[in-house]
C-alpha cells in the first residue's frame, strides 16, 4: 500500500472536468442486435456467494474496531485485493470526474472515450520517449537530468537533494534541543535562512576581476574622449560643462566597478 506524504490531493486538469457538447446525429440510432440466447452460468453462482458471504463477515469483524491502516473495507477494495496480479486491469475509469445523474448521457459517453483515448496516448508516448531515449532509472550516473532533453542540473542544485533532507532533520533536532531541551536560547530568536541553490535559482553569473573593470573602464573613457574630440572639431566644446554631466555608469568618487565604497 503506497504511503501518502502530503495531505493535499491534486486537482484533475480542466480537460477532465470541462465537457464539450454532444450530440447523436440521429434521434434513433441503429443498434446493432445480438444474435444467440444470453445464458448465465449457474456453475460459477455458489463460489461468487461464498466470496460475498466472506467479505460480509470481514466486514463485520472490523466495524466495531478502529480499522488499521490496510484494511480494506468496502467491497471494490476488498475484492480488488484479492486478486491477482495478473488479473488486475488498469482502471483508466477512475481518472474521469464522476457525474453519477448523467453518466448515460452522450456527452458524457463521448467524455469517457475522448480522456480513455488520451490516456492512453500519453502512456503510448512515454513509452517511445523511454524507448528512444533510454530508462531514466537504470540509469548509473548520479546526475540530474531531464528525461525529454537530456539538461544535466548544476551539481551545485544535485547536492541540494541530496542533502536538504537530512540538513532540515539536523537544524530541527538542533532548534529543539537549544529551544525546548536546554533552553539556552530564545524561541523569538531569529532563524538563518538556508541560501540553498534550488531548480529556479538563476546560474551564478562570472565574477569579473578588478584589473578587467579597469582596464573595460579606460577603454570606455578612450572612446569616450574619440568622440569628444571628433565632435569639437565642427563646434566649440567647453570641458567644464561636460564634466558637469554624468559620463560613466557610476560615480567613481562613491563606487568601485559598481560595489559602494564604504569607509574606514
Given at each position: ?39 448465465i ?61 448523467q453518466a ?11 480522456i ?50 537530512s ?17 539556552t536560547?530564545s ?11 534550488l ?8 565574477k ?7 582596464l ?21 566644446g ?24 564604504l569607509?574606514?
Amino acid at each position: 500500500m503506497l504511503k501518502c506524504h502530503s495531505k493535499r490531493v491534486s486537482l484533475l486538469p480542466e480537460s477532465y472536468s470541462n465537457l464539450p457538447p454532444a450530440v447523436l446525429r440521429f434521434s434513433e440510432p441503429d443498434i446493432p442486435l445480438v444474435e444467440g440466447e444470453l445464458s448465465i452460468d449457474m456453475s460459477s453462482f455458489p463460489a461468487a456467494l461464498k466470496g460475498e458471504f466472506k467479505w460480509l463477515k470481514h466486514v463485520a469483524e472490523n466495524s466495531s474496531v478502529k480499522a488499521q491502516v490496510g484494511t480494506y473495507i468496502s467491497w471494490s477494495v476488498y475484492h480488488a485485493a484479492s486478486l491477482l496480479d495478473g488479473n488486475r486491469l488498469p482502471a483508466v475509469s477512475a481518472l474521469l470526474p464522476l457525474f453519477h445523474e448523467q453518466a448515460k448521457s452522450v456527452t458524457m459517453i463521448r467524455h469517457s472515450l475522448d480522456i480513455t483515448e488520451s490516456f492512453r496516448n500519453d502512456i503510448v508516448s512515454l513509452y517511445d520517449v523511454i524507448d528512444d531515449l533510454g530508462n531514466p532509472f537504470l540509469e548509473t550516473s548520479k546526475d540530474l537530468l531531464v528525461l525529454d532533453s537530456k539538461n544535466i542540473v548544476d551539481i551545485s542544485i544535485v547536492k541540494t537533494v541530496y542533502t536538504i533532507e537530512s540538513l532540515g532533520q539536523e537544524q530541527f533536532e538542533k532548534y529543539l534541543k537549544e529551544r525546548l531541551v536546554d533552553r539556552t536560547t530564545s524561541v523569538f530568536d531569529k532563524l538563518k535562512r538556508n541560501k540553498l541553490p534550488l531548480f529556479q535559482t538563476p546560474p551564478s553569473a562570472k565574477k569579473t576581476s578588478t584589473i578587467d573593470h579597469k582596464l573595460m573602464s579606460l577603454k570606455g573613457n578612450c572612446s569616450l574622449f574619440s568622440r569628444l574630440y571628433i565632435a569639437c572639431q565642427s563646434r566649440d566644446g567647453n570641458l567644464d560643462d561636460f564634466f558637469r554631466h554624468e559620463n560613466h555608469a557610476f560615480p567613481p568618487s562613491l563606487s568601485q566597478n559598481g560595489t559602494i565604497l564604504l569607509g574606514t
